[in-house]
């Protein structure tokens, strides 16, 4: 019938009795004739308490080492699996990431993939069983264990779906797909039935926690179809995740609203107006490996311009160290910031073809007496920073204002 891939995470098999519920469920897509590969995650809490003990050693555990006792974690969930799978009268077989083959560069903790060896994979199913793979994990070209970072699971099993060919990828999560925003801040939210590669990336790099970046990334690259379901609950279709040529994505505007309290702006005011200054500032943070987000650059008094920019909210401490140190290199005046934003974001394929989409935006924000630090724009997406003790008003009069808050038609 099928070549399907199912990832489920950390809280899906978070016990025996959930390890056994998602066995159940393979083996009723086994049954009705299609080949599985199953990616799993470690049992919730065990990467936390992995991390813990390496951390009880040396305070910056060796990457390397680091790595060998986190692949332990989703080592005991694929043998969990098989198991379960094997009781059930399903045949099943389990691989770690290093007997595929997940071949990745060296960048221990947030290595990428390189490539993959279906080979042994597709004997297995050939054979009739289920194969069973550890996710979040690789090995290098001199043979040690790496490791994909935090949410590596969704991106092996979207990587394995590219190798494989396979149908679909569905990704099992303790939601039952994608919303039109967080429905513990909007209870009117609803799920959709279908996204697009473009929206997701947006929503998941701007807030949205149900996939992982990397792995929307990767299926965007390599044209995986996704579909996000709740292993939680028995049958539901879920939100699949595809292309903008798949369906009329005209029908609504904006298809939905993100938010991401990880957010600190920084303002350096009175810098010379003059070629490279941009990148003497922008350049020492960098070099630090901290991120930076949105920038804004506003004309000063007297051939000075103030400089604003946003950086993740654990940086933010760090940052401005940094840039206190570069103050009086470049003649710069105050230098102040302010860790208690949010981004709030707007997201839609149908923005460009609508006008007036970031207007409305200002206006309903204006109307609660919201007021807008910082704008970002692109083709599908209208970012701001504001206070973030509006987050969740401004996600609700919006919500309100894009009328995402309608029952689907």
């Given at each position: 019938?099928?070549?399907?891939?199912?990832?489920?995470?950390?809280?899906?098999?978070?016990?025996?009795?959930?390890?056994?519920?998602?066995?159940?469920?393979?083996?009723?897509?086994?049954?009705?004739?299609?080949?599985?590969?199953?990616?799993?995650?470690?049992?919730?809490?065990?990467?936390?308490?992995?991390?813990?003990?390496a951390e009880s050693?040396?305070?910056?555990?060796?990457?390397?080492?680091?790595?060998?006792?986190?692949?332990?974690?989703?080592?005991?969930?694929?043998?969990?699996?098989?198991?379960?799978?094997?009781?059930?009268?399903?045949?099943?077989?389990?691989?770690?990431?290093?007997?595929?083959?997940?071949?990745?560069?060296?960048?221990?903790?947030?290595?990428?993939?390189?490539?993959?060896?279906?080979?042994?994979?597709?004997?297995?199913?050939?054979?009739?069983?289920?194969?069973?793979?550890?996710?979040?994990?690789?090995?290098?070209?001199?043979?040690?264990?790496?490791?994909?970072?935090?949410?590596?699971?969704?991106?092996?099993?979207?990587?394995?779906?590219?190798?494989?060919?396979?149908?679909?990828?569905?990704?099992?999560?303790?939601?039952?797909?994608?919303?039109?925003?967080?429905?513990?801040?909007?209870?009117?939210?609803?799920?959709?039935?279908?996204?697009?590669?473009?929206?997701?990336?947006?929503?998941?790099?701007?807030?949205?926690?149900?996939?992982?970046?990397?792995?929307?990334?990767?299926?965007?690259?390599?044209?995986?179809?996704?579909?996000?379901?709740?292993?939680?609950?028995?049958?539901?279709?879920?939100?699949?995740?595809?292309?903008?040529?798949?369906?009329?994505?005209?029908r609504a505007i904006?298809?939905?609203?993100?938010?991401?309290?990880?957010?600190?702006?920084?303002?350096?005011?009175?810098?010379?107006?003059?070629?490279?200054?941009?990148?003497?500032?922008?350049?020492?943070?960098?070099?630090?490996?901290?991120?930076?987000?949105?920038?804004?650059?506003?004309?000063?008094?007297?051939?000075?311009?103030?400089?604003?920019?946003?950086?993740?909210?654990?940086?933010?401490?760090?940052?401005?160290?940094?840039?206190?140190?570069?103050?009086?290199?470049?003649?710069?005046?105050?230098?102040?910031?302010?860790?208690?934003?949010?981004?709030?974001?707007?997201?839609?394929?149908?923005?460009?073809?609508?006008?007036?989409?970031?207007?409305?935006?200002f206006r309903t924000?204006?109307?609660?007496?919201?007021?807008?630090?910082?704008?970002?724009?692109?083709?599908?997406?209208?970012?701001?920073?504001?206070?973030?003790?509006?987050?969740?008003?401004?996600?609700?009069?919006?919500?309100?204002?894009?009328?995402?808050?309608?029952?689907?038609?």
């Amino acid at each position: 019938m099928a070549l399907i891939v199912q990832k489920y995470g950390g809280t899906s098999v978070g016990s025996i009795e959930r390890i056994q519920n998602v066995a159940h469920r393979v083996a009723k897509f086994k049954k009705a004739g299609h080949d599985v590969v199953v990616v799993v995650s470690a049992m919730s809490g065990e990467t936390n308490r992995l991390v813990a003990l390496a951390e009880s050693l040396q305070e910056i555990p060796d990457p390397r080492e680091l790595d060998v006792v986190l692949s332990t974690g989703e080592q005991v969930t694929i043998g969990l699996l098989a198991m379960a799978l094997q009781s059930i009268g399903v045949p099943a077989k389990s691989y770690t990431g290093w007997q595929v083959k997940v071949k990745t560069d060296q960048a221990h903790t947030k290595a990428r993939i390189e490539s993959i060896d279906d080979a042994a994979m597709r004997q297995d199913l050939k054979e009739g069983k289920v194969v069973i793979v550890a996710g979040f994990q690789g090995i290098d070209g001199n043979g040690d264990i790496t490791t994909l970072g935090r949410g590596g699971s969704d991106t092996s099993a979207v990587a394995l779906a590219a190798a494989l060919k396979a149908d679909e990828c569905q990704i099992y999560t303790d939601v039952d797909g994608v919303y039109t925003t967080d429905p513990r801040v909007v209870p009117e939210a609803h799920r959709l039935d279908k996204i697009t590669f473009e929206e997701m990336l947006e929503l998941a790099s701007l807030g949205s926690k149900v996939l992982q970046i990397r792995s929307v990334e990767f299926a965007g690259k390599y044209r995986v179809r996704l579909r996000v379901l709740s292993s939680l609950e028995e049958g539901g279709e879920g939100t699949l995740i595809t292309f903008e040529e798949d369906g009329n994505m005209e029908r609504a505007i904006i298809s939905g609203i993100a938010f991401d309290k990880n957010q600190a702006r920084i303002n350096i005011r009175g810098v010379p107006d003059k070629p490279g200054i941009a990148y003497q500032i922008l350049g020492s943070i960098a070099d630090a490996n901290i991120e930076v987000d949105m920038i804004v650059q506003n004309v000063g008094a007297e051939g000075t311009t103030d400089f604003s920019f946003t950086v993740p909210r654990n940086d933010y401490r760090r940052a401005l160290k940094i840039l206190e140190d570069v103050q009086s290199n470049i003649g710069a005046g105050e230098v102040n910031g302010d860790d208690t934003v949010v981004k709030v974001s707007i997201v839609g394929m149908g923005m460009r073809s609508h006008v007036g989409v970031a207007s409305t935006m200002f206006r309903t924000l204006a109307e609660e007496g919201i007021n807008i630090q910082m704008i970002s724009t692109s083709e599908i997406k209208v970012s701001v920073i504001i206070e973030e003790k509006y987050t969740e008003l401004a996600t609700r009069v919006l919500h309100k204002a894009f009328g995402l808050d309608k029952p689907k038609v």
